[in-house]
């Protein structure tokens, strides 16, 4: 095959690059874009220069009685193939700046970010979209099960190229109807474990400060998420009522809601409400740990 890709002024291009030799012996090229930009049409013409080539040795199809190289009657042409769309990396480029800045949580946005440019991207970033088929999505899964990827994180892979074709592009028109995508990976659910007091007094004890201290008293006797707890503030601390009230959540700097999109509110254990009333008067909108990173 001579088809070739180039790429003018940020635009992929399909080639149709041929070296011959005219009637004279002298080394000659055919470098054309081809008429349809797609692979297969791409290719069905290639093969029709080449046939053309072998029959009149021109690709062009025809000589004048001069020599020049005239182009033949047009032939029949086949039924253009659909257009395979964006690539897919331009389709998740625009995805991550427009759809999941306004969709996602900040920490969704970052784990979506981490699975792209750490596997997706590598794999499928210079497809067409309509060229990610459901075989070509177990391949990709069978490809990380050979690697020892986890049920959790394979399953993860593919929610992100749900989002990203099943909703956006067809949001966008990119696809006129949601892929067939496989089933999810089965993970199973997991049984999980507490820390016991003994290992929780280890913990804070082996803290570096007491900023450090009080974030894993927040996260062991409250249940705080790291990003609820650095999200929280001293107005949402309640020590008459001995409550405390999980309004939002931070990552990377940004604000958001909690996991679940809901406040909660949380009875004071008596460890951790000691060691909240031992702080005395605070600014209402100053955190009840100095920042943790």
């Not at 220069?49 to 000589?63: E, I, M, N, S």
């Not at 999810?184 to 804070?204: K, Q, S, W, Y």
């Not at 001293?234 to 990377?252: E, G, I």
């Not at 700097?253 to 031992?278: M, Q, W, Y």
Request: aromatic share 6%.
């Amino acid at each position: 095959m001579t088809v070739r890709v180039v790429t003018r002024r940020d635009q992929r291009r399909l080639v149709v690059d041929i070296h011959y030799r005219n009637s004279d012996g002298r080394t000659v090229r055919y470098r054309h874009d081809a008429e349809v930009q797609t692979l297969q049409a791409a290719r069905a013409e290639d093969r029709r220069r080449l046939t053309r080539l072998a029959t009149t040795g021109t690709p062009y199809g025809v000589l004048s009685e001069d020599g020049v190289p005239v182009v033949a009657e047009p032939e029949p042409e086949p039924e253009p193939e659909p257009d395979a769309g964006p690539l897919f990396r331009e389709v998740a480029k625009e995805y991550m700046a427009a759809y999941a800045t306004s969709n996602l949580k900040p920490s969704t946005r970052v784990g979506y970010d981490k699975r792209l440019k750490g596997f997706l991207l590598i794999e499928l970033g210079h497809l067409p979209i309509s060229m990610i088929t459901p075989s070509k999505i177990r391949e990709l899964d069978a490809q990380l099960v050979e690697t020892g990827v986890k049920p959790t994180t394979r399953r993860g892979h593919q929610i992100v190229l749900r989002s990203i074709l099943c909703r956006f592009a067809v949001e966008r028109g990119y696809l006129d109807a949601p892929p067939p995508f496989p089933r999810l990976p089965r993970c199973g659910e997991r049984i999980h474990t507490a820390l016991d007091p003994e290992e929780v007094a280890r913990l804070l004890d082996a803290a570096r400060s007491p900023a450090h201290r009080r974030a894993f008293l927040l996260a062991a006797y409250a249940g705080l998420r790291a990003g609820e707890v650095r999200a929280l503030r001293w107005k949402d601390v309640d020590l008459r009522a001995r409550t405390l009230t999980v309004r939002l959540s931070r990552c990377r700097g940004f604000l958001a809601t909690p996991k679940s999109g809901n406040e909660r509110l949380i009875p004071l254990h008596d460890v951790l409400f000691r060691e909240l009333s031992s702080s005395g008067k605070q600014d209402p909108d100053a955190p009840p740990r100095a920042n943790v990173s």
